[in-house]
């Protein structure tokens, strides 16, 4: 299949491209590198270091024979996304393509409105152009689980039926983001329903929990193709933080009391329930939601699991609860529903003592390139 990766020089994207490549598609990366733009804008650097995409690509076909077209510009440029997806002719485009931080957007407000029009404006020139040239494409976009927020009944995939004053029906699960960046998702799920409704689009949503890991078949063929591995407080989720923070002698930084339960899956999973998104698209006019995640832990429970795996590799590990940065609930109810991936073949990696020893011992490996002054959180919601 012809697949489009847009944000393809991303974490996910990248690892996505390559896994899709290998398995014989035909894969295009569509990328205006503006994340490193902005890395360097808030002088931060990913722990791994990260070669120009027009070298990670050649390198990837040196090793296996298999080219990835590459357009760099940005899809807020309708033109340039016309022209591109006429040159490619994609039968499925993967949407990566977005600023996908909560605290980035929480900086100011020119952080937040860059967040939302970046992404928003983004989103709907793509269901423009599948509207009016590629009405067969299978869009799949990549959600989060951060825009349901932690309600106190089950979360289910996309859709909830209720019963109200005798009559039933079954709508879209209350929304309730925590961030400007979490807002921009919502808002794209909304458009993106709309434009299934209305125009006969084929979509699937993708609420994405926090994924953790670095390593896939693929990024650890070669040096040149490893993927970005983000410790900072603007980037840097959970997991990943905690390691990397592990192999150098930080406190592990937990915020508030760490009861926050979120949602999480190994990358090597967010690039097999890609796969499996593409290779079953959704049907002509449906809009539909999967949560891809498949494990929940809280965050202190994390901070636990890496110290633990962290004494076994002789590291004396400290947790630190520091005041939180975000407004949030930190005791709450979550159970939320994934079953729509499995039931399609997904079988998942667990957060297991052997990959948190894999991630420890990377984190080591490139321990000397990590800026302590980037650890600690700067941003505030309430500023």
């Known amino acids: 299949?012809?697949?489009l990766v847009i944000g393809g020089d991303g974490y996910c994207g990248w690892a996505t491209a390559l896994y899709l490549s290998n398995r014989g598609h035909d894969v295009a990366i569509l990328d205006s590198l503006v994340r490193r733009h902005w890395d360097s804008q808030l002088q931060i650097e990913t722990l791994t270091p990260i070669a120009p995409i027009q070298r990670r690509i050649q390198r990837w076909y040196e090793l296996t024979g298999k080219r990835i077209e590459l357009f760099i510009?940005?899809?807020n440029d309708y033109p340039f996304l016309s022209e591109s997806m006429h040159q490619f002719e994609p039968e499925a485009v993967v949407h990566f393509g977005e600023q996908r931080s909560a605290p980035f957007s929480m900086i100011?407000?020119?952080?937040?409105?860059?967040?939302?029009?970046?992404?928003?404006i983004g989103n709907l020139n793509l269901l423009y152009i599948l509207k009016e040239d590629f009405p067969d494409c299978h869009l799949v976009k990549l959600?989060?689980?951060g825009e349901y927020g932690t309600p106190n009944i089950d979360i289910e995939e996309g859709y909830i039926t209720i019963e109200h004053n005798g009559r039933k029906d079954t709508l879209p699960y209350p929304k309730q983001p925590g961030s400007f960046y979490h807002l921009s998702k919502v808002h794209d799920s909304h458009n993106i329903q709309f434009a299934c409704k209305i125009w006969g689009l084929r979509a699937t949503d993708l609420n994405q929990g926090i994924v953790y890991g670095v390593l896939t078949e693929e990024t650890g063929m070669d040096e040149l193709l490893v993927n970005r591995l983000d410790y900072d407080g603007v980037y840097g989720t959970a997991l990943n933080r905690f390691c990397i923070q592990a192999a150098i002698g930080h406190p592990l930084t937990v915020y508030g009391k760490g009861g926050q339960t979120r949602a999480l899956l190994d990358i090597r999973d967010t690039v097999r329930c890609i796969e499996i998104a593409v290779e079953n698209p959704a049907d002509a006019g449906e809009f539909r939601v999967f949560n891809q995640f498949t494990e929940m832990f809280s965050v202190a429970d994390l901070a636990v699991k890496v110290q633990q795996a962290g004494a076994s590799l002789g590291l004396k590990v400290n947790i630190d609860n520091l005041e939180n940065p975000r407004v949030e609930?930190?005791?709450?109810y979550f159970n939320a529903k994934n079953t729509k991936l499995i039931d399609l073949g997904l079988q998942p990696h667990t957060l297991s003592e052997s990959l948190l020893d894999s991630l420890l011992n990377f984190a080591i490996k490139y321990k000397d390139r990590v800026d302590k002054d980037q650890i600690l959180p700067k941003v505030r919601w309430r500023r």
């Open 73 to 75: 510009g940005d899809i």
């Open 329 to 332: 609930l930190e005791d709450h």
């Open 143 to 145: 959600g989060t689980m």
């Open 108 to 120: 100011d407000r020119e952080h937040a409105v860059l967040t939302q029009a970046n992404n928003v």
């Open 1 to 3: 299949m012809k697949v």
